[in-house]
């Protein structure tokens, strides 16, 4: 626990906030990470008991996310005025078929709307063909850490050891943030993706061991 909060104390130091209109939000000079005082609640994830396909959820009652910074989640005409959003690899170890999308997702302003997005892997870890998406409202504000959102799909199949990616989006006037987790991923590589235009196309995947968003599909 000492090293996770060591870690995203870090992880603050080094980014340069500028206020933003939000109540005690803050963004990063680039715009793709979010911070907020921290509220009074939990802090860890309202998890479903779900028995999920594949999980980056941490179970722990304590120190299982930095509940207060994260991944910047904006529709195009939010006050960020940019699109960002992120996506995650992941690469089931069994063939399986899901039928939902799940993210740990903070709101900060707009509608709570989110997109959830399952893609293929385009060969050199990176997001490539989009396969499904579903839209789910995020019930949880930022800062209060860090409520999970379900997002419907419909019967995809997934085959064993073979990449994927889930991509964490948003439209309209929304703003929302991927918090961070930094307890069960230390020492556990995924690989991220960040898009700026709403996911039409995405960047180089950037091998993470600690600050990435939690996700599961079931």
């Known amino acids: 626990m000492l090293k996770a909060v060591l870690l995203s104390t870090a992880a603050l130091a080094l980014i340069a906030t500028s206020a933003n209109a939000a109540s005690n939000v803050t963004l990063s000079k680039d715009g793709r990470f979010t ?3 921290p509220h009074s609640g939990k802090s860890a994830p309202a998890h479903t008991g779900a028995k999920y396909v594949v999980s980056t959820v941490d179970k722990s009652k304590v120190g299982a996310y930095f509940c207060c910074y994260g991944s910047t989640i904006s529709g195009p ?6 699109a960002y959003g992120v996506a995650e690899q992941f690469i089931p170890t069994s063939a399986a078929t899901v039928s939902k999308i799940v993210a740990g997702i903070g ?7 989110v997109t959830l997005t399952l893609y293929a ?11 499904a ?9 930022f800062g209060f850490c860090c409520g999970l959102v379900t997002a419907r799909i419909g019967s995809q199949n997934l085959k064993a050891n073979t990449p994927y990616w889930v991509g964490i989006t ?3 006037a929304d703003w929302n943030a991927a918090p961070f987790q930094v307890n069960n991923e230390v020492n556990d590589y ?19 061991t600690e600050y990435n968003p939690a996700i599961a599909l079931e």
Do not use: C, F, Q, R
Request: glycine content about 18%.
């Open 35 to 37: 911070s907020v005082l």
């Open 77 to 82: 005409s939010s006050i960020i005025g940019a």
């Open 107 to 113: 709101y900060v302003s707009g509608d709570d709307k």
């Open 121 to 131: 892997d385009n060969g050199s870890n990176s997001p490539g063909a989009k396969i």
């Open 133 to 141: 998406s579903g839209k789910a409202t995020s019930t949880t504000e």
């Open 170 to 172: 948003a439209s309209g």
């Open 190 to 208: 995924h690989y991220l993706a960040n898009t700026s235009n709403g996911g039409s196309t995405w960047g180089s995947g950037y091998s993470e």
